[in-house]
C-alpha cells in the first residue's frame, strides 16, 4: 500500500497528464468543431501550462489525433463487449451496440465530421482499419461464407460506409428506429446467398 503523500511515479503522472488535456480538448472539440477551438483555450480547460501541452502534443493536430484514437478505442470496446456477450447473434448485437455507442453526444461529429476533414480520409481509414472496420469484419466473417477475400473487404468498406452514414443522420436530428432496422435487415441477409 502506498503512502498518503507517496511521489506519482513519472510514467503516472504523464498519463495522467496527457488524459487531463484528452479530455479538456474532446469537450472543446465537440463543442466548438477543430477548427474554433485554440490551444489556449484548451491549455485553460485543462488547467496546465502550455509547455505541458506542447511536452506530450506535437500540435492542435496531434492532439486531436489523440482525442479521434481515443473515441474510436471506446467505440470498438463497448461494440465488441457487447457483441461477445451476445454469442452467435453477435453481428445483430454489435449493430445495435454500435448505434448505442455512436449515440454518446459528440463522437459522430469527431469519428464522422472533423476527423476525416482535418486528419484526412487515409488516416482516418487507418484509424478504423484496427478498430471498428476490424470488429465489423471479425462479424462478417461469421455470418458470410463463400467469397473470395477481395469481395470481403470490399463488403466490409461498403458496410462500414453504410453504419456511419446511418450514425450520421441520427446525429444530425433523424429519427433512429428506420436506420437501426434498415441496417438490421442488411445485416441479417449478409448471410443469405
Known sequence: MQEKNA????????AAM????????RALFVDKGYAETST????????????????????????FRAVVEAEAEALVSRIDAE???AGAGGMEAGSA?????????GRARLLLIDGPAVLGPDEMSRIDAGGGRASLR???DLVVSGVGEAEMQALTEVVSAAFDRAALAIAQGAEPAPFEQAMARLVAGLGER
Do not use: Q
Open 83 to 85: 457483441a461477445v456477450d
Open 40 to 63: 489556449p483555450e484548451i491549455v485553460r480547460a485543462a488547467e496546465v501550462t502550455r509547455g505541458a501541452l506542447y511536452h506530450h502534443f506535437a500540435d492542435k493536430a496531434d492532439l
Open 138 to 140: 471479425a462479424g462478417l
Open 97 to 105: 451496440a454500435f448505434f448505442r455507442a455512436m449515440a454518446e453526444p
Open 7 to 14: 511521489p506519482v511515479p513519472n510514467a503516472d503522472r504523464r
Open 18 to 25: 496527457r488524459a487531463r488535456l484528452i479530455a479538456a480538448a
